[in-house]
């Protein structure tokens, strides 16, 4: 497969009302985008997420979450009971997007990209689990993987490094 789309302000999905949601709004921003699922294991990382979102959206971090019910049916629920569930119990404030498939035959293109731009362990393109994270520097093109086990507080470093270098 031939992707048209060469960086992340390329693509336009869905926002979790499932309105056009062109992610060219983040054109020189920070961006971390995470697929989520609220009866996951991982799930109470929503809480670094939006601390993350808290602490640096004012100096260019944008974080993104992409509901997924891939594995294990961790996300059944509709956009509102997603939307509800996130901003109730975590007090959510950054932008989630509508469900997408992250893996598979019908692999959402944003993921496609992702996947290509930085592959997991042992070069493996496929994601294995939720909590997958993507780190995409300001220029839209150069993208970080970490595993659902990487705590995002411990992105920190790696955060605060692309936001100080205004011209990645």
Not at 70 to 83: A, V, Y
């Amino acid at each position: 497969m031939t992707l048209t789309q060469n960086k992340l302000t390329d693509f336009v999905v869905n926002d979790i009302h499932g309105q056009p949601y062109p992610l060219s709004q983040h054109a020189g921003q920070v961006v971390l985008i995470v697929n989520v699922a609220s009866r996951c294991g991982f799930t109470p990382q929503y809480a670094q997420l939006q601390q993350l979102f808290a602490d640096y959206a004012s100096q260019g971090l944008v974080v993104l979450g992409v509901p997924c019910n891939q594995f294990g049916q961790q996300e059944p629920g509709t956009s509102d009971e997603i939307l509800n569930f996130c901003q109730t119990r975590y007090d959510v404030q950054f932008p989630l997007l509508s469900k997408m498939d992250v893996k598979g035959s019908n692999q959402a293109p944003l993921f496609t990209w992702l996947t290509s731009k930085a592959p997991g362990l042992l070069g493996t393109k496929a994601i294995k689990w939720n909590f997958t994270k993507f780190l995409i520097d300001r220029s839209g093109e150069n993208v970080q993987r970490f595993g659902p086990k990487t705590p995002p507080i411990s992105l920190k470093q790696q955060i605060e490094q692309l936001l100080i270098n205004k011209q990645n």
